[in-house]
């Protein structure tokens, strides 16, 4: 027993992320068999968190008693407040008091299932009759589902559409008459009266023109605006049915203005003015223009004008803008600063023809978001430990709400705002200063009252109790509870070592009269592919898969080469998810990135060698002595060092992965080891390629699948950092998340290529 103990530590100490996810802990059993325990889980995003169960152990049921808010939304037309979090869909109801499972979606309680990875997000309709979401069918795809909270009845929009744990691939109209999504590279509406009407037409007479969800945006009513390159056309919902009947003969609608260059909705974005007469287009993430709309080609009427721009540092991605009807625009963009989220503000004034000479700063520290009220005259200010009201043109504070760690503010009326938080999710009346729990996010501390007629629990120094009937919580003045018990007349409860992957212990129930042992939970064990039945030799010097046999383990190498482009977006997915990879950087890109090298150091990801240069080094052209390489090898040390002040680690890899047994030889002698692959991970062939090798080009959700597919035990998985030249429709690290959440799904941990290493010896 102590050896298989001894085994099952280690395992989970080396399986990281994937393995172990929920830990169960401080368990408390009354005199009349209920029990009450903590379950642990880790989250991308918010780290690990607690969640109070109840269980009756006579009647084998289980209650959820807190409900950590990792997505919320408020349902207005309802006034009832919807969580989700890995152990399911919850909803209070009308007076945000009792909260309880949506039936519509799995939950723990049920069927002892927590999410990993990601959540899939619901997105909820502007008039709050429809949700909106995707229900995922392989890794990469899902159905696109509407879901109709008046009627209770679920239709399917459409199927095989590319999965995002972002927000669901669809935008409504401000009306909830209509909604447009992607698929395939193109863009589709879909009318709500069509569906009621039962006249919904087939989806390929839907296909209002090419694009992405960024090609388009909702103005005013019922007004869509799309960019197809360079042009900015205003349809009238009412012209959708018409555009794409003709869409193959007509294009239907006005041009509404013209972009200096042509939009790529990989990376480009904008928004458009309430009056819909100009547009704020950022440019690749971090070039912010603002232009005055024309469709006017050959004639400018009026004084010319330098209009604002703003720009914004290579690592800062935009997190919100806000534009309202007064023309005041305030971005809130968010960058990485050695491993760690910075915010930053700033705002600009339209009014009429009239346009401030810049972008100003917000001088407002550390903020974790903006939420503006209905009718735009104050803006909410997330901190770390409060809420902030602030008027918005003036931006002079108005309200101040202390709150321990706040993660979601919802605008419940102009008057009441919902904070939903790490510890408790209250509701704030503004103008009296009251507050409210609505419900607890996670405890420090629980237990049964004296009488055991009660549940106490205690969260940052706030004392509440329940009754084992109720789902609502209130504010008592002390916290008196019993000492924990594991036995009752009938019943002893323990811990137990689990060998199911997705749990590190389970509780387990002894009937005291001789009716045996049982789980609290009834589990069923994960399909995970099968190890394979022997493993393969491993060579240490030139390394290119770990143990198949060992543990269920790969590694993501990001290759930065010569750009940098998608860097921001990778850093802030591994971030998420909390996971260590391996970089690997090359001379060019040490020469004309010193900052984002230095980001890469200061991230706590792993950094190897990509040469000094980019070229095949196996050319029969060249003819490279042991000398070169050990210079260029030294070189692009030397390089690194100068820049971060850090040392590469002895990994390094050939350009291209092209490699022979003397570049081997010499960078042995140099005491690197040459990391290959055993996946091609093909995201850096071009859409020009597949004409001389037909079916090589693949769109990144279906390179997603494809590794997912190849991947076994040990594997090594490389993903290009930047673009390739010549054209793709997308990027593989556009999708790091979905792959990701593909691999943790099927019991794999993601570590560096080090650890790889020394797993497998």
């Not at 569906?195 to 390929?204: D, M, V």
């Not at 991970?681 to 080009?697: E, N, R």
Request: glycine content about 6%.
């Amino acid at each position: 027993m102590k050896r298989l103990v001894i085994l099952f530590i280690f395992v989970s100490m080396c399986t990281g992320i994937a393995c172990a996810e929920l830990r169960f802990s401080d368990l408390a059993l009354s005199k009349n068999d209920t029990l009450l325990f903590r379950a642990s889980v880790d989250s991308p995003g918010y780290g690990s968190y607690d969640t109070l169960f109840l269980s009756d152990l006579k009647k084998s049921s289980l209650k959820q008693l807190t409900f950590f808010p990792e997505r919320v939304v408020f349902l207005k037309d309802k006034k009832i407040l919807q969580i989700q979090n890995r152990f399911g869909v919850f909803r209070t109801d009308s007076e945000l008091k009792s909260i309880q499972p949506i039936d519509t979606f799995p939950s723990f309680v049920t069927d002892s299932r927590v999410e990993s990875g990601k959540l899939i997000p619901i997105q909820i309709s502007p008039n709050g009759q429809y949700l909106l979401y995707m229900k995922q069918t392989s890794a990469a795809f899902g159905s696109l589902v509407l879901f109709d909270l008046q009627n209770a009845e679920e239709t399917v929009i459409s199927k095989k559409i590319e999965m995002s744990l972002k927000s669901a691939p669809a935008i409504w109209s401000s009306d909830s008459s209509f909604l447009i999504y992607c698929k395939e590279g193109s863009l589709y509406y879909f009318s709500l009266s069509q569906i009621k009407e039962k006249r919904l037409i087939a989806e390929e007479y839907r296909r209002i023109g090419e694009g992405q969800i960024s090609n388009v945006r909702w103005g005013k009513g019922s007004s869509l605006y799309y960019i197809s390159g360079s042009l900015i056309y205003r349809l009238d919902s009412r012209e959708l049915f018409t555009r794409a009947l003709y869409s193959g003969y007509l294009k239907i609608g006005r041009i509404r203005g013209k972009i200096p260059f042509n939009f790529d909705s990989n990376f480009d974005s904008f928004w458009i003015s309430p009056d819909g007469r100009n547009i704020l287009l950022n440019k690749g993430g971090r070039n912010i223009f603002l232009y005055i709309l024309s469709s006017e080609d050959f004639l400018s009427i009026g004084d010319s004008q330098s209009l604002p721009y703003l720009y914004l540092p290579r690592n800062t991605r935009i997190k919100e803008i806000f534009w309202t009807a007064s023309g005041t625009i305030t971005v809130l963009s968010e960058s990485i600063k050695r491993g760690k989220n910075h915010t930053a503000a700033f705002r600009l004034k339209i009014s009429g023809n009239s346009i401030n000479t810049s972008f100003k700063p917000i001088i407002d520290d550390e903020v974790l978001g903006f939420v503006l009220s209905p009718d735009e005259e104050i803006m909410a200010v997330i901190k770390t430990d409060r809420v902030i009201l602030k008027n918005y043109e003036t931006w002079v504070t108005k309200e101040e709400h202390h709150h321990p760690e706040p993660h979601h503010v919802l605008w419940a009326s102009e008057d009441e705002i919902i904070v939903a938080g790490a510890y408790i999710s209250e509701i704030w009346n503004i103008k009296s200063g009251s507050t409210r729990v609505i419900t607890i996010s996670q405890p420090d501390q629980f237990g049964f009252s004296e009488h055991e007629d009660r549940i106490l629990l205690k969260t940052k120094e706030l004392s509440f109790s329940t009754s084992s009937e109720a789902c609502y919580w209130e504010r008592i003045s002390s916290f008196n509870k019993q000492e924990e018990e594991q036995t009752s007349e009938l019943f002893r409860v323990y811990l137990e070592l689990s060998t199911h992957i997705d749990y590190s212990n389970m509780v387990m129930i002894r009937d005291v009269r001789g009716f045996g042992t049982r789980p609290l939970l009834k589990l069923e064990d994960p399909q995970y592919e099968v190890y394979p039945t022997e493993d393969e030799p491993v060579d240490f010097v030139n390394f290119s898969h770990g143990s198949r046999i060992r543990q269920r383990e790969v590694s993501l190498v990001f290759n930065a080469i010569d750009s940098i482009e998608g860097l921001t977006s990778i850093f802030n997915t591994l971030s998420e998810y909390n996971v260590r990879c391996t970089f690997f950087i090359n001379g060019e890109v040490i020469r004309r990135y010193p900052d984002a090298v230095k980001e890469i150091a200061e991230s706590g990801h792993e950094a190897g060698s990509l040469f000094y240069i980019h070229f095949n080094m196996t050319d029969s052209r060249f003819h490279l002595d042991k000398e070169f390489i050990k210079r260029g090898l030294a070189r692009n040390e030397d390089d690194y060092f100068k820049i971060t002040d850090r040392e590469l680690s002895l990994l390094w890899h050939a350009p291209y992965y092209f490699i022979n047994s003397e570049l081997i030889e010499a960078s042995k002698e140099m005491n690197y080891t040459h990391i290959g692959r055993d996946i091609d991970s093909l995201d850096w062939v071009t859409d020009s390629m597949s004409i001389m090798a037909p079916g090589i080009y693949l769109p990144s959700a279906q390179l997603v699948e494809r590794i997912i597919d190849l991947k076994m035990p040990g594997s090594i998985i490389p993903i290009m950092v930047g673009t390739p030249d010549g054209e793709r429709v997308d990027y593989l690290f556009q999708k790091l998340d979905i792959l990701i959440d593909g691999l943790l799904k099927l019991g794999y941990s993601i570590v560096p290529v080090t650890t790889l290493i020394e797993h497998a010896k």
